[in-house]
């Protein structure tokens, strides 16, 4: 009993929990009063704005602009679905169609250069946040939630890579799933591989992500739906968290 309550106390005090949960259990009326006026109502509604979470010197404002970008990837995402058909048989001429025949074809455009901007505001706004040394206490925990976010920035990439069903996309996607069977553990020719049982080039990291063994009409299906639902929500989810936390940690600029 002892020793658990000391692991406890080791945990509760360690580094990264504090970094998440920066107050203790609100076991009082008035420490519930402080939770939620620090965490709901002060949040929406801030007191005062620090000069530095305003000004562009600071900020670049790079963490807007990918904030930006990703609506612009979001809406012009939502036309192309009223044109655009995941099948083998229809990916490319739909895309070659919103090209040249369909009204508003400029938002196939706009989705790609959008997405490409994306990334590259990104990689800015978290040079910028290591320039300014924003990843140190008390913000560890939303450099975390960023280097999350970037994932999920290069992985709404790489799946929307596919999406065109062209040469240069299958091939393109090939090439960059292929690591997955080189991934320790759970590919079937990474490190580490004998500690999961039957794995195979059907069975393993690569061909989950594939939804089999090559890449196939399951592989377009699969991307699409990871594109166009699941990355996004996920990244939407993790964009919430991350600004609720810019305003906790007293927004952006040099530590308190
Ligand atoms: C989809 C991607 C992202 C979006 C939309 C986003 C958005 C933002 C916004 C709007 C801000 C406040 C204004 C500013 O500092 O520009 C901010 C701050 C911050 N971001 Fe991001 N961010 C993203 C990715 C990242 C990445 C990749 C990192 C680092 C790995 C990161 C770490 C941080 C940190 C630590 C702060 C606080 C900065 C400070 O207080 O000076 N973010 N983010």
Redesign the pocket.
Known sequence: MANLRKLQEGIVNSQIWKSIFRVGIPNTNRKRVLAVLGSLILHLHPVKVRRSGVRMSY??????T??FL?LVETVTGLLLMFYYRPTIEYAYPDIMDLREQAPFGIMREMHRWGAHAMVIA?WL??FR?FM?G??KPP?EF??NV??I??VL?LLLSFTGYLLPWDQLSIWAVTVGSNMGRATPVLGHEGPGHELIPGLNNVYDARAFLFGGGEIGPHTLLRFYILHCIFIPLI?SLF?AV??WR?RR?G???PAL
């Open positions: 900020t670049w404002c790079m963490g807007g990918s904030f990703f990104v706004h978290m946040v300014t924003s990843y913000r939303n450099w960023g280097v976010l970037l920035t990244a964009m991350h600004f810019i940690d927004f952006s600029g």
